[in-house]
Structure formats: C-alpha cells, structure tokens
C-alpha cells in the first residue's frame, strides 16, 4: 500500500478502490455528486446568467440510480476504512438525506452532523424559497465500537465559530460546535481553466478540509478522496503532515489538482500535530525521586509557606503520626470536606530558597522524558 500514499490516480473510484488494500485507510473525505437536477438556465436579478451545476459527472437518470451509484462507492469506502477509521461526507440537501440514509443501512455509525454555514451564500434568483446558505457533513466510524481518533484540544484551538475574535486573542478557548462558518471558495484561491472561468463546479474552501483532517486524524494518517475534484483535500493533508491519496476521473481535474499539490508545502507546527491532545508521559512520583527530582525526606509545603509534611521513599507522606497519599493529605492540610485533593495543585517544595509547585517540578521531568522517546510511556 505505501507505494500509493501521495499519489493522484486519475480513474473511476469504485475500480481504483478495488485496488486498495482491506482496511488501510485511516480517514476518508468524501464530495459526491450532488444530483442537483438543475434544468435551464438561472439568471441573477440583474439578468446575467449564473453558472451552475450541470456537470456530467452530476446526472442520474432517477433516484434508484442514485441510491445504487451511493451504495456502491460508500461500500468501497467500508471496505478500505481501518476499524478505528473515520469518513466524513458532504452533500447539499438534494442529496444529504439519501446519503446518511445509506450509510445508516450499510453499518456506519453517525458521529456527528455538521454545518458548513456560508458567510457568502448564492443567492436564491427568483424568490421563491428561502436562500440554500448550508451544506451539511456527516461524520461517522465504521462501526459503533470503533475508537477513532478526535482531536479534541486541537478543535478547541481552532474554534472562532463561537468565540469572538478579542476573546481568541486573549486565550479563549471553547468546545467546536456542530455549526461552521466558512465562506464559499472564491477569488485566487478558485482554480479556473484556460479561458479563466472556474475549473470545477463545486470546489471546496481549504479552511474546511484542514479542519477536518486536523480534527480527525494524525500525523502521518493516510487520506482517501474517492471524488478527488481540484485535489483541496490532499492539499490539506499535505500542509498537515498526512499522506494523500486522491481519486478523479476527470483527467483536467488531475492535471490541476497535481500542479496544486507540487506547489503546495507543509507546514509542521502544534495543530499538524495535535500537540494539544497528546497525552504527557507519566510521572509517578516513585520514578521522580530515583531521578533525582525530588528527595527522601524533604520537607512538603502549602502555597503560604506552612511546612505540613515530609516526602517518603514511596511517594507517600508523613504527617504527624500517620503516613498519606498526597492526595488525601491535600484535602486534609486544605481544611476542605472532599475526601482528596489533587495533590499537584497542592504542594509546594523548596528550589535554591524559593517554594516552587511540585507541578513545575514534575513539568520539567517531562520535559527530560519527552527528549527520550525511549522512556516515554505508550
């Protein structure tokens, strides 16, 4: 499978995935034909004629078509999805119930149903129906039990959906929601053909696909796109650090998708890596005393200065004529009616005169073991 990863292939997705190994794939993106069974032709208000989607590659002759077109290619996604793999799917609402209906039957388990809310929607030109502003994504596993990878911390840091930009920039962070706000692809970043119109009918924003592929996957994952279109979500996986295989029968489509991939470079940082999320190493305070971070019989403080205890060999306390986890001591030294503290918040121990938290100190054995990857835990 590794000869594949980072590679375009310019063919029909339901073939190309038959070629694909059983269970490879850690994310799947996927951007469908819509079947938005446009007919004529749409004039703005102004009478200029709008260019919408009446692409071959969009034409079913029937809903059973359709229906067996879905269930054919989300299989082919079922069959290359790891276990503990995610996809997620977009569609307009022509298209989005058939969709989730399908892959309901076919035993994926819904995640989530997300919002893409447009900050610049096409207007509706004659009036008669409310404004389309929303496409809808469906975020599922391949089965209920499936432990798929959530970047949680990561989505925090990169949620300006509900928190104001002076709040962003003071460090606010909240949890993402269900609802994005995104503007249509437009401008420089809308790849256009030789006579300078839009290459393709349905190109998605960047800001999309790098939130979803930084959300739900790691570093180094492999990315499927069965429907590969200009290629933005290999550009995404590419910036981010994961490796890309993108799938498109339009030849044009490829040829310009592949020029975007060359240009396109990574950019390894925090969200790349989900730095946010990763667990720390453990730090039992056993191992922090043979190395040398702590000592036997030093003296335990609370943030006012009050020697309250001594540190034991075990990681224990002793205090008075008893002996305590450091927990339940922290809650009895506080005063307080929980039965225990965390301990961390708690103490303090004395560095070159000065009362330092025991978290600092167990930051900084971190620290050491991050620079061991061979000490660190799994």
Known sequence: MGEAWDTVINGDCLEAMAG?????????????PYWMRTSGELQRVEGTIFDGVDDAWDQFSELGHYE????????????????????????????????????????????NDVVWRKSNPTPNFHGTRLTNSHETLIWA??????????NYKTARE??????????????????????????????TERLK??????????????????????????????????????????????ILGRHYLMIEQDEQYCDAGVARLAMTMPE????????????????????????????????????????????????????EDGRWDMHTLAAKARGSKASHLNGFDVWHVKRDGELVPISDVRERYREELRKRPDERQP
């Open 20 to 32: 694909l190994e059983p269970e490879s794939i850690d994310l799947i993106f996927a951007d469908p």
């Open 68 to 111: 067996d077109f879905t269930r054919a290619w989300l299989s082919a996604c079922r069959r290359v999805l790891k276990p503990n793999g995610s996809i997620w799917v977009i569609g307009g609402m022509q298209c989005i119930h058939t969709i989730g209906a399908i892959m309901q039957e076919l035993g994926f388990w819904i995640v």
């Open 141 to 150: 596993t391949k089965s209920k039990s499936s432990k798929y990878t959530f």
């Open 158 to 187: 990169l949620n300006t959906d509900t928190v104001s930009q002076g709040d962003y920039a003071k460090g606010v962070r909240k949890q993402m929601g269900s609802i994005w706000t995104f503007p249509v692809c437009s401008g």
């Open 193 to 238: 053909n030789a006579a300078g119109k839009k290459l393709h009918s349905t190109q998605k924003p960047l800001a999309l696909l790098l939130r979803v592929v930084a959300i739900s996957s790691r570093y180094g994952d492999l990315v499927l796109d069965p429907f590969g279109g200009t290629m933005t979500t290999g550009v995404a996986a590419k």
């Open 268 to 319: 390894d940082g925090p969200i790349a890596r989900a730095t946010f999320d990763e667990r720390p190493p453990r730090a039992p305070m056993t191992a922090m005393i043979d190395a040398g971070y702590f000592t036997v019989g030093e003296p335990f403080y609370l943030q006012d200065g009050r020697e309250i205890a001594a540190l034991d060999a075990d990681g224990k306390l002793t205090f």
